[in-house]
């Protein structure tokens, strides 16, 4: 069985910063891009960040340059550092991972969602 898990988020005042986890486990072969997709309040998922298996990147506007978003595939482990945060970026965080489990084709795996709020 594979599973994403999320984990780091928390409260924090703006301008404040916050690293996020996502590690997957299970019977993994191989994991090719993972994404990361908050959800705010009475919105859809929207992508906010996302790397490749080879480490290539791409943000959505409202994030660049204040996070970043890198992996370690050694761990199966994604991590997005978010710097200068603003009470805008409040969101259930969700982690995308599209994985080649054993003995299945490649699927999309989602985390349960960690919660990031930002207020003063």
């Known amino acids: 069985q594979v599973q994403a898990v999320e984990s780091g988020g928390g409260f924090v005042q703006p301008r404040g910063s916050l690293r996020l986890s996502c590690a997957a486990s299970g019977s993994i072969f191989t994991i090719d891009s993972m994404a990361w997709y908050p959800q705010a309040p009475g919105k859809q998922r929207a992508l906010v960040a996302h790397?490749?298996?080879?480490?290539?990147?791409n943000y959505g506007d409202s994030v660049k340059g204040r996070f970043t978003i890198s992996r370690d595939n050694a761990k199966n482990t994604m991590y997005l550092q978010m710097n200068n945060l603003k009470p805008e970026d409040t969101a259930v965080y969700y982690c995308?991972?599209?994985?080649?489990?054993?003995?299945?084709?490649?699927?999309?795996?989602w985390g349960q969602g960690t919660q990031v709020t930002v207020s003063s």
């Open positions: 995308n991972a599209r994985i080649w489990a054993v003995g299945r084709h490649i699927d999309d795996y």
């Open positions: 790397i490749t298996n080879d480490g290539s990147t």
